[in-house]
Structures are given as structure tokens and as C-alpha cells.
């Protein structure tokens, strides 16, 4: 059971375009959703997270878009540039406890110059 | 602080050896997780440690895998028995508790490759 859905799988965009990545999750129980960034050959960093309490978080040109009701979160990726070409994963967690992230699929972004 | 750490970042082995991978986290930090991360997938949770306690393991972690924390700094995983399905990128993280999601650290990984 998958319990974070991510989509689209793959994105190309052009520089200076609009990239948008979208997640849905089931687990009501879940009120941290980060997005990390991982580029070939290494590990995931974390880019942005938000909690449910607010419905729009921005830092630098990523906004995480947050909508509680329909269950669903998307990162947007404003002026995408060829240095934004990675993998992105959304993820889904409890805020406290152990926090041990679901994962999303991926979307591989490819931002052509 | 130099980041979480992993070793070997490669490892290719023929079916049926066993082999170990090496974590080493950041200094402060005294959560460490194992994750296995498959072409195309996200991460999945193996198991977690507190210090040297093992608190959760997934079902994903089979009898042939074990994970050690001895001393609570460094962790070994262990996959006795390899098989070609256990091919993927092996993830260790670290962090601290009063950071949660933030201070979430991934090391560069070891990938498996069973021949």
C-alpha cells in the first residue's frame, strides 16, 4: 500500500519555467510533509517542509502548496534552472516521535537551459 | 561536522556472500536509520536506532539482514545470503531528536550490485 503518491514521474522544463510536482497522501495521522532533493550519486537533502497548519510556505524560489481537506501537497519550483535538475521526493511523517518519513516515487526534473 | 558518512559507497558481490556496510553519522546526532532505496523508488525505512537501542525494524528487514550500533556511534548492516533482489542503494541518516525533520541528514549511500 502506497501510502504517499507522487506525480508526475518525470518533468521536463525549460528554463526559466514553472516546475510543479504533486503528492497525495492517506494517512490522516501524518502532519510533517518535507520535500527532498537528490542529485546522481548521492543521498536526499532536505529543500522545504511544511506543516498543516498553514496552507503556503515559500523559501527562495520553492513553495509548497498544503491543502489538509483534499489530502494532497505540491512543491513548486519557480524560474527552474538547469541546476535544478535532480530528483525530487515528497514525503510524508509524524512531526514528533521516532520521525521516519514515507517516501514518494520520485519525479526526475530536467530543466533545459 | 563532516556529514554522515558510508562505506563502502560501492559494492559489487556474488550472489550468496554476505557483506557489510558502514555508517558513521554526524557527531551530535543519536538516531541513526537505515534505508534501501531501489531504481526509481523512494526510500524505504529499514530500521531506526536510538544510541545503541534498536527501536523499529520494517518488514522490508528479512532474517538474512541484521543492523548494529554498538557503541551508539557507528552502525553496521549486514546482509547475510545475498540474493540478486537485494541489489539497491543502501541509505544510512542521523539525527536528533529536538531537530525532527530538520536536522534529517542522509549520507551518499553504498550501492549493492548482486551478480
Known amino acids: 500500500q502506497q501510502q504517499v503518491k507522487q506525480s508526475p514521474q518525470s518533468l521536463i522544463v525549460q528554463k526559466g519555467g514553472i516546475s510543479i510536482i504533486n503528492c497525495a497522501y492517506e494517512?490522516?495521522?501524518?502532519?510533517?510533509f518535507p520535500w527532498y532533493q537528490q542529485f546522481p550519486g548521492k543521498g536526499p537533502a532536505l529543500l522545504i517542509a511544511?506543516?498543516?497548519?498553514?496552507s503556503e510556505k515559500k523559501e527562495g524560489r520553492f513553495t509548497i502548496s498544503f491543502n489538509k481537506s483534499a489530502k494532497q501537497f505540491s512543491l513548486h519550483i519557480m524560474d527552474s534552472q538547469p541546476g535544478d535538475s535532480a530528483t525530487y521526493f515528497c514525503?510524508?511523517?509524524?512531526?514528533?516521535?521516532?520521525?521516519?518519513?514515507?517516501f514518494g516515487r520520485g519525479t526526475s526534473l530536467i530543466v533545459h537551459p | 561536522d563532516t556529514g554522515v558518512s558510508q562505506d563502502p559507497r560501492h559494492k559489487i558481490t556474488k550472489r550468496g556472500q554476505n557483506v557489510t556496510f558502514r555508517c558513521d553519522p554526524i557527531?551530535?546526532?543519536?538516531?541513526l536509520y537505515w534505508y534501501r532505496q531501489t531504481l526509481g523508488q523512494g526510500p524505504e525505512f529499514l530500521t531506526y536506532?536510538?544510541?545503541?537501542?534498536?527501536?523499529?525494524k520494517s518488514r522490508l528487514l528479512s532474517d538474512r539482514f541484521s543492523a548494529e550500533r554498538p557503541k551508539g556511534s557507528f552502525s553496521t548492516l549486514e546482509i547475510q545470503r545475498t540474493e540478486q533482489g537485494d541489489s539497491a542503494m543502501y541509505l544510512c541518516?542521523?539525527?536528533?531528536?529536538?531537530?525532527?525533520?530538520?536536522?534529517?541528514?542522509f549520507g551518499s549511500g553504498t550501492r549493492l550490485t548482486v551478480v
Open positions: 494517512n490522516t495521522a501524518f502532519d510533517y
Open positions: 511544511i506543516r498543516p497548519d498553514v
Open positions: 557527531s551530535e546526532h543519536n538516531r
Open positions: 536506532f536510538q544510541n545503541e537501542a534498536q527501536l523499529e
Open positions: 514525503a510524508a511523517s509524524r512531526a514528533g516521535g521516532s520521525y521516519i518519513p514515507t
Open positions: 541518516a542521523s539525527s536528533r531528536p529536538d531537530r525532527g525533520g530538520y536536522g534529517y541528514t
